[in-house]
């Protein structure tokens, strides 16, 4: 079966990274005096490996250090609670697991530097908020700063919804998907006070995914990124298991929400050739099989979040100003965690859909064929949150 399915994702990955080279050689190109990013995780064609979908703004550099009073470029917590209605606390008991590939040595301290920055309670060992668990028992031989930029992003995305949340970081070996990234949530799964788990990364689809789909049980919240190349649906994200979360441009505005909100024109989603349609989606999605997403969150790159990594051998070192669907991902993971924990044998993606109207209906912007319209959508799907009715059951 493993030979099978590898052989599989041949095809769908190198198809897949042709959409994303034509896709990043576009972010590349610099706009007239405008926001340029790049992919943190590039390499998209290796079979049945997994990439990460964080993006960074190159036109703004990194800063190793701000002075005294100085504040990050970027959206901070509480910029983020305040466009998504969020109370400043809460989360206490709960517990998030994030699943990365590679070590992150560095994961504590800037997770302390971030939480400093914007007076948040501290997360660290001594006070038994922050854990780093390796999937297999061992440390992984490999210190990636790729994918340490991954993991920093996703614990302070999740400190910026979930500040009373515990974390705890799951390194497995490597980014294979099937060998390495599934069994490491398997391990997630099981982790004492876990009652959700996050994956900011991705393969392309292919047939056999639905022999995956296993590895993610009732009774526990899955997020995942809904992907990075506009209206192309990506696994897991697509597994009818997972709640997957799509990306938003998110600005100012003088409106009574004080925000506005637009598709992201890079945000995956779309119909699966391959999965079922769940029953929560009749009626809602366009499609005869699984759609995504489910929800968003603000993912454009443009409009990011302040994030600080100090991982030596980052071409980005410090604060810098990251988006992708690996924002929106562990945003949702952290509001989830704030609504409740899910009932035993619950799915709960379907949370939404239940309660449409918890969530701000984005109605503008497009994301590859799929534009942003009314009720649901393959640029949005739901919408995004209007506080936390809407994700809990």
């Given at each position: 079966?493993?030979?099978?399915?590898?052989?599989?994702?041949?095809?769908?990955?190198?198809?897949?990274?042709?959409?994303?080279?034509?896709?990043?050689?576009?972010?590349?190109?610099?706009?007239?005096?405008?926001?340029?990013?790049?992919?943190?995780?590039?390499?998209?064609?290796?079979?049945?490996?997994?990439?990460?979908?964080?993006?960074?703004?190159?036109?703004?550099?990194?800063?190793?250090?701000?002075?005294?009073?100085?504040?990050?470029?970027?959206?901070?917590?509480?910029?983020?609670?305040?466009?998504?209605?969020?109370?400043?606390?809460?989360?206490?008991?709960?517990?998030?697991?994030?699943?990365?590939?590679?070590?992150?040595?560095?994961?504590?301290?800037?997770?302390?530097?971030?939480?400093?920055?914007?007076?948040?309670?501290?997360?660290?060992?001594?006070?038994?908020?922050?854990?780093?668990?390796?999937?297999?028992?061992?440390?992984?031989?490999?210190?990636?700063?790729?994918?340490?930029?991954?993991?920093?992003?996703?614990?302070?995305?999740?400190?910026?919804?979930?500040?009373?949340?515990?974390?705890?970081?799951?390194?497995?070996?490597?980014?294979?998907?099937?060998?390495?990234?599934?069994?490491?949530?398997?391990?997630?799964?099981?982790?004492?006070?876990?009652?959700?788990?996050?994956?900011?990364?991705?393969?392309?689809?292919?047939?056999?995914?639905?022999?995956?789909?296993?590895?993610?049980?009732?009774?526990?919240?899955?997020?995942?990124?809904?992907?990075?190349?506009?209206?192309?649906?990506?696994?897991?994200?697509?597994?009818?298991?997972?709640?997957?979360?799509?990306?938003?441009?998110?600005?100012?505005?003088?409106?009574?929400?004080?925000?506005?909100?637009?598709?992201?024109?890079?945000?995956?989603?779309?119909?699966?050739?391959y999965e079922p349609q769940p029953a929560?989606?009749?009626?809602?999605?366009?499609?005869?099989?699984?759609?995504?997403?489910?929800?968003?969150?603000?993912?454009?790159?443009?409009?990011?979040?302040?994030?600080y990594v100090s991982t030596p051998g980052?071409?980005?070192?410090?604060?810098?100003?990251?988006?992708?669907?690996?924002?929106?991902?562990?945003?949702?993971?952290?509001?989830?965690?704030?609504?409740?924990?899910?009932?035993?044998?619950?799915?709960?993606?379907?949370?939404?859909?239940?309660?449409?109207?918890?969530?701000?209906?984005?109605?503008?912007?497009?994301?590859?064929?799929?534009?942003?319209?009314?009720?649901?959508?393959?640029?949005?799907?739901?919408?995004?949150?209007?506080?936390?009715?809407?994700?809990?059951?």
């Amino acid at each position: 079966m493993r030979r099978r399915l590898i052989g599989s994702l041949v095809a769908a990955a190198m198809a897949l990274a042709g959409l994303a080279a034509g896709s990043a050689a576009a972010a590349a190109q610099p706009g007239p005096g405008g926001p340029t990013y790049r992919r943190v995780c590039p390499e998209r064609n290796v079979p049945g490996k997994a990439f990460c979908l964080s993006m960074v703004r190159t036109d703004l550099p990194a800063r190793p250090s701000l002075l005294p009073g100085q504040q990050p470029a970027g959206l901070s917590p509480q910029d983020i609670r305040s466009a998504y209605g969020l109370p400043p606390f809460g989360g206490d008991g709960r517990r998030i697991a994030i699943v990365v590939a590679n070590d992150y040595p560095e994961a504590e301290q800037d997770l302390a530097v971030y939480r400093r920055q914007f007076h948040l309670p501290p997360c660290t060992t001594a006070n038994g908020c922050f854990r780093k668990v390796y999937s297999t028992g061992t440390k992984p031989g490999t210190v990636d700063p790729i994918w340490a930029l991954e993991a920093g992003l996703d614990m302070q995305a999740v400190s910026a919804t979930c500040p009373g949340c515990g974390i705890t970081l799951v390194e497995a070996p490597t980014a294979f998907i099937v060998s390495s990234l599934l069994p490491a949530v398997d391990i997630a799964s099981f982790l004492p006070g876990v009652t959700g788990v996050n994956g900011s990364w991705a393969v392309a689809e292919q047939a056999a995914e639905g022999s995956l789909d296993s590895h993610f049980r009732p009774g526990l919240v899955y997020t995942f990124a809904s992907g990075d190349v506009g209206g192309v649906p990506v696994y897991p994200s697509v597994s009818p298991n997972v709640t997957s979360v799509g990306g938003t441009k998110l600005t100012r505005a003088f409106n009574l929400r004080g925000w506005t909100e637009s598709a992201w024109g890079g945000t995956g989603g779309g119909c699966s050739p391959y999965e079922p349609q769940p029953a929560f989606q009749q009626g809602f999605a366009p499609c005869a099989t699984r759609s995504t997403p489910d929800i968003s969150a603000v993912a454009d790159p443009d409009t990011g979040m302040a994030a600080y990594v100090s991982t030596p051998g980052n071409p980005t070192v410090g604060w810098q100003v990251v988006g992708g669907t690996s924002l929106s991902s562990p945003l949702v993971a952290g509001m989830y965690a704030l609504a409740g924990r899910p009932g035993p044998a619950d799915r709960p993606n379907s949370y939404p859909y239940a309660r449409p109207g918890s969530f701000h209906d984005i109605v503008t912007g497009v994301a590859g064929p799929y534009a942003a319209i009314p009720g649901y959508d393959r640029a949005t799907g739901i919408g995004t949150p209007r506080g936390l009715r809407g994700l809990r059951r």
